[in-house]
């Protein structure tokens, strides 16, 4: 029942974000109210680092703590708060894309079909929100040709270093997902500070309608810096 | 053959010869030694894989050797495993063999050394030991890395409940390490200061993705585990095969359980045929195919293997072929030659072999249930005649087959539905009648129940109803009605025939059913019996006719109420005698009357007995109206004539009536009873439910009481309803209201009497006064200008005596009347001083202005009192004061006028307006009589009246 109204909910979220379904909203104030609605969704661990934990059985009180979130897999909040618009919109979806390989790669280590209901909707949901990335890029000047929509199939994002140790695995997944949920909350904060400060965008304000390809932006060091360990381009 | 022994004697003299060579050289024995020792790491499988090869054996040569090999611990002289393999050795053949460690290799060097001995019966004299090969050394925990901490074996999978051995390499001193089996501390042995091992016995199943063990720092995060997979195998289960063509076997089976296994470590099932050798890879689960092959094999032993990453289960089956043919469903099945009870099915079926016979099982379904079960013999072809069939009726036939020879199983059915022709009704309709007078004509109507489907044989079209006039045989009359009618009425000028009636379908007509109606509807007088109902019904009985009767009849109609009643009736034997009505339309309540009718020989009806009962009595739904009468200080009576008590829901057993008195003890004939609100009252049960009426009586006068009637089935009593209220009149009070009604009604009469003659009353017994002031006189004096003329004031008047003459109510004359008529007087009687100076006058009083006197005096003449006041007089002589005077005080006056004071003739005091005004006053004496019917009241001075004008009437003239 409860996973019937999750899905009701990203399928909701979903339908939403008409990008999903092939075109882009032009208007950047209800953009960017459903970026900040998903991110607040997506961050809460009910959506995947909790059954994660009951489905390896790391519910257990001294392997709880181990369960944190690695420094500098996900960037932090202070770090995503320093980037200009299309920077941190970069950012996002390359980390989104690496977060959906990871899925990917901790959906192996899942055997019962109905365990795997919750990861599939989470994976629905990051699609759903790289797409409306891709469209927020777009409604800014300057759109990034990184933020490109997500396609429907496995992408080609590099994998991580592979572990044998199932219980090691299973741990930095834990880890992992962690920091997902707590990278979200810092997206939705940071989306947040958009709608609330419109002016606060130092370089760029949103435009309306699209506009491909004039004012193509490429990450700087700095967001090189940014880009979570092991995920920079090789 | 001899040159071949002759070639190993050589070649064995040849080995002798050198042996004794090296001896002899060596000064030591030959020695087959292993060598070129290798020893390997399987982690994942914690096995040590040892190959070796021995050099010095002869080209070609084979001998039969022993390898003992010795497996150490940590250290060299721990030897944990000491093992002695056999084998058959070549030259320079790799030797392989393997040892599964129970503890992690990771968790401790090994050690591993072997030597080798012939153990050949051909050269009985090399049996011994070579020498050891120098210790193989594994060291796995040299190459693990540099992290602190290590927990082993990686991702191990066991089955459930086996045994397992867990290590920890630490490489930190500094802290504790503690380990955990799903958060529970487990506790092992140190096997070195580094390393701690800890042995699970019969691990359980926890989840699917693993039970997690690990161990961690008790300072700081490290932490590091492993995921120990346990899986549950279990063999198949319901192994078993068959073959529908013989050409093709199916194999089937129920996966055994397989928890705890990744999807990549799922099961594998192979399928081994041990007879011809063949073995199959089976692509699913459940079920497997294989070929029977074409060489007629009969036998067949099955051996099928699932197979996990961990161990193999297998299930075996040995079978004959011709023993597991589960034949395919007959084809080619048809009904035919269908009449109203035969049918014929016809079916074919899949050939078995040449000479196997299948047996077939036909069932016939009628209604959803199995009405025959036949089984045939068939080769190919089947055929089944089926018999007994009803008419008109819907079958469904189904065939399966199976094995004769070796039944294995039944083939699936094969089912065809078929319908039966028609036939004529089989039974004749139950009739009944009903029979009323109208107008001197006979109204009968019939009644029929619908045939069955059994009776029917088909649908029903129509019913044939045959009047025949008893009296005239000759006359018939043909009815058809088309169904579903289930009745008719027949209007008939005289009530003696006899009525066919028949049933028809297509095919043909039913058997008459006959009843006769006379002119006698039989419905005589008969005492009606009550009769008690169950829940099953009424059971009725009667008594049997000595006469001849060919059956009996019970009518009832199950919507008592309803002018439709919806007659049902109930045909029962000649000798029979009770019956048992039953009916789900009976309810509770409800009053059912059953009639009892026999039938005699001439199929003529006639009422028996009469009942009448309830299928379950209830209390009564209400009370009766109440009426109270005859209330007399000792006793009232209470009538409630109209209930009607058949409507009741129940027989009225009689009726309780409720007395509440202040009195303690309840009256002779009651008791005492305890109402639903607790209060107590007496209780008087009337047991006659005819008795209508009840006189309450031994009551006290003037006491108040409240009673209650209520009726009482057998069940109880009616609902409880509002008492009324009664008060017993007093003792006296009857005595009293024979007094004062009478009394109070002849004073009502009088009162109205005196208001209808009130007038007649007021001139009988006070009449109007005339005022003097206005009578005419006045002007008359006034204009004689006699000083002395004054109208008298009563005051001034000393009356002696009065005498009032007055006329006749009938002499009355109108004011306008012109008709002269005889003049009233006032009649002074004078004294004998009544001529001198202003002496006593004569006073009238007319009581109109003083009521007071009018109350106390009557009429006639007046008492007056000799006693005069002077001052009273003296007022009489002012003129303009005089009216006032006199309306105020003249009649007080007239009893102060002394006696023999009267020297004043009266006249008349009013004036006529034909007498003419003052002025014109004639000098005459005005003749009162005239003027006015009053009583004169004016008095003139004796002086002035002339006697021939005035005169005195005699006494024998007062009209009184």
């Known amino acids: ?234 | 053959m001899a040159l071949f022994s002759a070639f190993q004697t050589t070649f064995l003299l040849a080995l002798l010869s050198l042996k004794t060579y090296q001896s002899e050289v060596l000064s030591e024995p030959l020695s087959l030694a292993p060598e070129s020792l290798e020893v390997s790491i399987d982690s994942a499988r914690q096995c040590l894989h040892l190959q070796w090869s021995v050099h010095n054996l002869a080209y070609h040569q084979e001998l039969k050797m022993v390898f003992q090999i010795e497996i150490s611990r940590i250290k060299t002289s721990n030897v944990i495993w000491v093992e002695n393999y056999s084998t058959t050795v070549k030259r320079n053949q790799v030797l392989r063999w393997s040892w599964e460690s129970k503890l992690p290799l990771e968790c401790a060097k090994h050690s591993v050394r072997m030597r080798g001995a012939v153990d050949d019966a051909q050269v009985p004299e090399l049996r011994f030991w070579s020498n050891w090969t120098s210790w193989e050394e594994v060291d796995v925990q040299s190459s693990l890395g540099h992290d602190p901490l290590f927990v082993f074996p990686k991702d191990k999978l066991v089955e459930e409940g086996s045994n397992v051995t867990i290590c920890y390499v630490s490489r930190s001193h500094q802290n504790n390490i503690s380990c955990y089996l799903e958060g529970v501390r487990m506790h092992g042995e140190q096997l070195d200061p580094n390393v701690c091992v800890f042995h699970l016995k019969n691990v359980p199943f926890v989840r699917e993705t693993g039970t997690n063990i690990y161990c961690k720092a008790d300072q700081g995060d490290l932490i590091k585990g492993i995921v120990l997979f346990v899986s549950i195998f279990e063999e198949p289960k319901d192994f078993s095969c068959e073959t529908r063509d013989l050409k093709t076997l199916n194999c089937t089976w129920a996966p055994g359980s397989d928890a705890g296994l990744l999807t990549q470590l799922s099961q594998s099932y192979t399928l081994f045929e041990s007879f011809s050798g063949k073995k199959t890879l089976c692509k699913h689960k459940s079920w497997c195919n294989w070929q029977v092959s074409p060489d007629s094999q009969e036998m067949y032993n099955f051996t099928l293997t699932a197979e996990n990453y961990l161990r193999k289960r297998s299930v075996h089956l040995l079978f004959n072929l011709t023993h597991r043919v589960h034949p395919m469903a007959p084809f080619n099945v048809f009904v035919k030659n269908v009449s109203a009870t035969n049918a014929t099915m016809t079916w074919k079926v899949h050939s078995i072999g040449n000479y196997s016979t299948l047996l077939c099982q036909i069932e016939l379904y009628g209604e959803g249930k199995v009405i025959q079960k036949q089984n045939v013999s068939v080769k190919v072809n089947g055929k089944h005649l089926m018999k007994k069939l009803e008419p008109s009726t819907e079958y469904a036939a189904q065939v399966r087959c199976a094995n004769a020879n070796h039944f294995w199983k039944w083939s699936e059915w094969t089912r065809r539905n078929f319908t039966t022709a028609e036939a004529a009704p089989s039974e004749a309709p139950d009739v009944w009648r009903n029979m009323k007078s109208v107008q001197g004509h006979c109204v009968v109507t019939l009644f029929w129940k619908p045939l069955s489907k059994l009776q029917a044989n088909g649908k029903i079209l129509f019913y044939n109803v045959v009047l025949e006039n008893l009296d005239r045989p000759s006359t018939l009359k043909l009815l058809s009605i088309p169904a579903p009618a289930n009745g008719t009425e027949l209007t008939l000028d005289q009530c003696s025939y006899q009525i066919h009636v028949t049933a028809n379908n297509s095919v043909g007509t039913s058997p008459a059913s006959v009843i006769a109606v006379s002119g006698d509807p039989g419905n005589k007088e008969v005492e009606e019996e009550r009769v008690k109902g169950t829940e099953d019904g009424f059971c009725l009985s009667w008594k049997p006719q000595p006469g001849g009767v060919t059956g009996y009849v019970v009518e009832w109609c199950e919507r008592p109420g309803d002018p439709l009643c919806d007659l049902q009736w109930k045909n029962l034997g000649p000798n029979t005698t009770s019956t048992v009505v039953s009916s789900d339309a009976f309810r509770p309540g409800v009053r059912y009357n059953f009639r009892i009718y026999g039938i005699s020989t001439e199929r003529i009806p006639y009422l028996l007995e009469k009942k009448t009962g309830y299928s379950q009595e209830l209390v009564p739904s209400d009370n009766p109206q109440v009426l109270m009468s005859n209330l007399t200080s000792y006793s009232f009576t209470l009538s409630w004539k109209d209930y009607a008590a058949e409507s009741q829901p129940g027989f009225v057993q009689g009726y309780s009536l409720y007395l509440k008195s202040k009195a303690a003890r309840c009256l002779p004939g009651s008791e005492k009873a305890v109402l639903s609100d607790d209060s107590i009252c007496c209780k008087y049960k009337i047991d006659n439910p005819k008795q209508k009426t009840f006189v309450v009586e031994n009551l006290q006068p003037a006491s108040f009481y409240e009673f209650f009637l209520t009726p009482y089935t057998s069940v109880g009593e009616g609902p409880q309803g509002a008492f009324t209220k009664v008060t017993t009149p007093d003792e006296y009070s009857h005595i009293l209201i024979r007094i004062i009604l009478p009394m109070i009604f002849s004073i009502l009469l009088i009162m109205i009497l005196c208001y209808l003659k009130s007038q007649w009353m007021k001139e009988k017994c006070y009449p109007d006064i005339p005022d003097p002031y206005k009578s005419s006189v006045l002007s008359l004096i006034k204009s004689k200008e006699n000083p002395r003329l004054t109208i008298m004031n009563v005051k001034d008047c000393i009356p002696d005596a009065i005498e009032v003459i007055n006329k006749q109510e009938g002499t009355r004359k109108s004011l306008t009347e012109t008709e002269p008529t005889k003049p009233t007087y006032l009649y002074l009687l004078p004294t004998e001083k009544s001529h001198s100076g202003p002496g006593p006058c004569i006073c009238f009083e007319n009581f109109t202005y003083n009521q007071a006197a009018s109350d106390s005096v009557s009429c006639g003449h007046v008492p007056v009192t000799p006693k005069a006041q002077p001052s009273q007089l003296g007022l009489l002589t002012s003129s303009e004061n005089g009216p006032k005077a006199l309306g105020k005080n003249y009649v007080n006056s007239l009893g102060e006028i002394p006696a023999g004071e009267t020297n004043l003739n009266y006249v008349s005091q009013l004036a006529s307006p034909m007498c003419g005004d003052k002025s014109s006053l004639p000098t005459n004496p005005p003749e009162p009589a005239l003027c006015s019917e009053y009583k004169t009241q004016m008095a003139i001075p004796m002086g002035l009246a002339s006697p021939p004008s005035i005169t005195l009437l005699d006494e024998g003239e007062h009209d009184h």
Not at chain 1, 140 to 163: M, N
């Open chain 1, 1 to 234: 029942m409860l996973a019937l109204c999750d899905l009701g909910l990203v399928l909701g979220l979903l339908f939403l974000s008409t990008p999903a379904m092939g075109s882009c909203l032009d208007n950047y104030q209800e953009l960017l109210g459903q970026l900040q609605k998903q991110a607040d969704f997506m961050q809460h661990t009910s959506m995947l680092l909790d059954p994660y934990i009951s489905i390896q059985g790391l519910d257990k009180d001294g392997l709880k703590k181990h369960c944190r979130e690695r420094p500098g897999v996900f960037p932090s909040k202070d770090a995503l708060q320093q980037l200009s618009r299309q920077e941190f919109l970069q950012i996002l979806n390359t980390t989104l894309g690496h977060v959906l390989h990871r899925l990917r790669t901790l959906q192996k280590d899942i055997p019962k079909a109905q365990d795997l209901e919750k990861l599939n909707i989470a994976k629905l949901n990051i699609r759903g929100f790289k797409n409306n990335i891709h469209c927020m890029a777009q409604l800014l000047p300057g759109s990034l040709e990184k933020t490109e929509p997500t396609p429907t199939g496995p992408g080609a994002s590099p994998s991580p270093t592979p572990i044998s140790d199932a219980f090691q695995r299973r741990l930095e997944g834990c880890r992992f997902l962690h920091g997902y949920h707590r990278f979200m909350h810092s997206v939705g904060q940071v989306f947040r500070e958009w709608g609330q400060s419109p002016s606060r965008s130092r370089r760029h304000s949103p435009r309306r309608g699209l506009r491909k390809g004039k004012h193509r932006t490429h990450l700087s060091s700095r967001n090189k810096r940014l880009m979570p360990r092991g995920w920079l381009p090789r």
